[in-house]
């Protein structure tokens, strides 16, 4: 049996507090990529009680995604946008998303993120996060940015981190390990880079915004 929305609200308030829990739910945050980052990235959002996600991405959902995002094995084929969607709506009932199965373009960034107010960078092209990165700073100075860099491979966990590089942009990962066709992304460590980029996500939006 599904809890209500008000239990479910009222259960986070008691985890988060009532104050906390105002301001996550009063919270617009856009996933941009929902690929390994992106996937668990709204997934943690989902579960703490942000108000509404903004997810976007053009892909669908390949077999060679299953080791490391948040899909299952019977959505291969589907639209990633549409098969996070559902799989956000079993663990999070009320959460309200809003989807575009798009390729982000400098032309149509500032249009779907406009309502956005902390956006997330979660792709794993270098092309898209440049593109992303730019656009954002220069064009919608007003709105946090949470990057990742560098989170590929079997290295340490421990040097994964989060850097305040500007008042409103922050960047998560190693700033190291690239994506190479000897050892590509793994799931764990490209998990710990979500889940920063998540908790850097709810630090902002509790007022704390040193790294």
């Known amino acids: 049996m599904i809890p209500t929305e008000e239990a479910m609200y009222r259960a986070l308030e008691e985890r988060h507090g009532k104050e906390l829990q105002k301001r996550f739910a009063s919270a617009s945050v856009a996933v941009c990529g929902l690929g390994g980052l992106g996937s668990h990235i709204a997934f943690a959002l989902a579960r703490v009680g942000i108000g509404r996600l903004i997810l976007i991405d053009f892909d669908k959902v390949e077999i060679t995604n299953l080791n490391r995002q948040q899909y299952k ?3 291969i084929g589907l639209d990633k946008t549409e098969a996070l969607k559902r799989n956000l709506k079993e663990i999070a009932p009320y959460v309200q998303t809003e989807t575009f199965c798009e390729k982000l373009t400098e032309k149509n960034i500032p249009e779907l993120l406009k309502e956005a107010d902390i956006v997330c960078e979660a792709f794993d092209d270098p092309e898209s996060k440049a593109l992303l990165t730019d656009t954002v700073l220069s064009l919608m100075k007003e709105k946090y940015l949470v990057a990742a860099s560098g989170m590929a491979g079997l290295e340490s966990g421990n040097i994964i981190c989060t850097r305040k590089i500007t008042d409103h942009f922050y960047l998560c990962g190693d700033g190291v390990s690239e994506v190479t066709d000897g050892m590509g992304l793994v799931s764990a460590r490209v998990m710990l880079c979500a ?17």
């Open 73 to 75: 094995a019977d959505q």
């Open 195 to 211: 889940a920063h980029q998540a908790h850097m996500v709810l630090r902002i939006l509790a007022g704390r915004y040193d790294a």
